[in-house]
């Protein structure tokens, strides 16, 4: 059996000191290199899209068609008043489209002149995490 005896002060005492360091510092940039890339995946998109269609249920001829210049509103139907609301007007093809940061349920509410009367319709819509909810409104 051989036994090695390293000495403080011999060459192969330094050299060994010089490896373990070199040893402990690659392993801290490895490590630290495998904290950041595990890690980076938690940065996701939570932003939540609507969108909505008005429709006129009364159509032309029997045929329902989409709404242009519709005013819509979602919102928080809660006491208090939720904070968090949006309003927009549809455009040619009867869409408007909205974002928000997070999650909710919203009531929403469609008023639109056609033909000089007034017609308005209602609806419910939940929002996911990074998701998109379509939703479509039909006016009388």
Same mark, same amino acid.
């Given at each position: ?71 819509? /509103? $979602?919102? !928080? ?10 309003? &927009? %007007? #549809?455009? *040619? ?7 928000? /940061? $997070?999650? !909710? ?10 033909? &000089? %009367? #007034?017609? *308005? ?20």
């Amino acid at each position: 059996m051989f036994i090695f005896v390293c000495r403080k002060g011999t060459r192969f005492y330094f050299w060994m000191k010089k490896l373990v360091t070199i040893s402990c510092f690659l392993f801290a940039v490895i490590l630290f290199i495998g904290i950041a890339v595990t890690q980076s995946s938690c940065a996701k998109d939570t932003d939540c899209t609507v969108d909505i269609y008005v429709v006129d249920t009364t159509g032309h001829n029997g045929v329902q068609t989409a709404v242009a210049g519709a005013n819509v /509103k $979602l919102y !928080a139907n809660i006491t208090p008043p939720g904070q968090v609301q949006a309003m &927009g %007007t #549809t455009d *040619n093809s009867g869409h408007v489209h909205f974002t928000f /940061k $997070l999650p !909710a349920i919203f009531d929403i509410v469609a008023t639109a002149t056609v033909s &000089g %009367t #007034t017609m *308005n319709g209602t609806g419910l819509i939940q929002l996911n995490v990074g998701g998109n909810a379509t939703q479509t409104v039909l006016i009388k």
